[in-house]
């Protein structure tokens, strides 16, 4: 079993930053894909980005390309998402997720394992 925690979310401005952890327990997720998902009000859970486990893949949502990185340290069990430049569109609960086996996917039914989730508010 592993355990996600989220952290680092709250209310930013228009054009600024934010970054996002999550701490992986329980068993090892070193050899996992990890990626972080959003779900805004009303609306479905979107992919947002993932991260291979030796961190030589990335993947990003065309709207957060440029503007997110997402980058992992296994010594931590921790994969981090760096967030600038940000958009009122950006707004939503943000998950990270663990994929055991397998490639990096957009699609969340293939992920393992979630966070509770921690909430990005941006303010025009």
């Not at 030589?56 to 931590?76: L, M, P, Q, W």
Request: charged letters at 20%; proline letters at 2%; hydrophobic letters at 35%.
């Amino acid at each position: 079993q592993v355990q996600l925690v989220e952290s680092g979310g709250g209310l930013v401005q228009a054009g600024g930053s934010l970054r996002l952890s999550c701490v992986a327990s329980g068993r090892t997720f070193s050899h996992s894909l990890m990626a972080w998902f959003r779900q805004a009000p009303g609306k479905e859970r979107e992919f947002v980005t993932a991260i291979s486990w030796s961190s030589e893949s990335t993947y990003y949502a065309d709207s957060v390309k440029g503007r997110f990185t997402i980058s992992r340290d296994n010594a931590k069990n921790t994969v981090y998402l760096q967030m600038n430049s940000l958009k009122p569109e950006d707004t939503a609960v943000y998950y990270c997720a663990v994929r055991r086996i397998g490639t990096i996917a957009p699609n969340r039914a293939v992920y393992d394992y979630w966070g509770q989730g921690t909430q990005v508010t941006v303010s025009s």
